[in-house]
Every structure is written in C-alpha cells, then in structure tokens.
C-alpha cells in the first residue's frame, strides 16, 4: 500500500499532471516528426530533384559522407514542435488573462 506521506508528495507537486503533460508532449512530438518524416522530407527531396541538384551528401576525407536530409529532418521537428509548444502556451495565458 502507498503510504500517506507519498501521496501527499504526489498530490502537492503535481506528479500526475507532470506525468500526463510529459506523455501528451512526447506523443506531440512523434505525431509532428512523422508528418515532417513523411510529407516535407520528401517534398523537399523531389523539390531539389527538380533543381537538378543530385548529390544531397557530401564527401569527407575517406569513407565519412555528410547527408543533408538527416539533419533537416530533426531540425524541422525540432522547429515546428517548438512553434505548437509556444502557440499553446501563450494561447493559455491570453486564455487566463480573460478570466
């Protein structure tokens, strides 16, 4: 059984809203990194292609290849996750200011 002190711990520092918006956040994140994995990275691939730009990698020194799309693609979560994450926010506060 969980003792009384534990659950005076959870209910102060609000452990399950922590919990549930660290699980919303993440589930965010995979649904915008699977939209950007699956309709901007290609899009921007046939859109070079278009360009007749052929070689999205580069060559280093040896066997070492830089490739351009794998760092877009992170890049483009990172940059759209942060937008809807300060979308939501300040859409709460002018939400709590009304009140």
Same mark, same amino acid.
């Given at each position: 059984?969980?003792?009384?002190?534990? /659950?005076?711990?959870?209910?102060?520092?609000?452990?399950?809203? *922590?919990?549930?918006?660290?699980?919303?956040?993440?589930?965010? /994140?995979?649904?915008?990194?699977?939209?950007? =994995?699956?309709?901007?990275?290609? =899009?921007?691939?046939? *859109?070079?292609?278009?360009?007749?730009? /052929?070689? @999205?990698?580069?060559?280093?020194?040896?066997?070492?290849?830089?490739? @351009?799309?794998?760092?877009? /693609?992170? *890049?483009?979560?990172?940059? @759209?996750?942060? =937008?809807?994450?300060?979308?939501?926010?300040?859409? *709460? @506060?002018?939400?709590?200011?009304?009140?």
């Amino acid at each position: 059984m969980v003792s009384e002190s534990v /659950k005076a711990f959870v209910k102060e520092n609000n452990i399950v809203g *922590f919990a549930v918006s660290m699980i919303i956040a993440l589930t965010i /994140k995979d649904l915008i990194s699977a939209i950007i =994995g699956s309709l901007l990275v290609p =899009g921007l691939n046939v *859109f070079l292609i278009s360009l007749q730009i /052929k070689n @999205f990698s580069k060559y280093l020194p040896g066997e070492e290849k830089i490739h @351009f799309l794998h760092v877009i /693609k992170p *890049f483009l979560t990172f940059v @759209f996750t942060f =937008g809807f994450v300060y979308f939501m926010i300040t859409q *709460f @506060f002018q939400s709590w200011d009304k009140k």
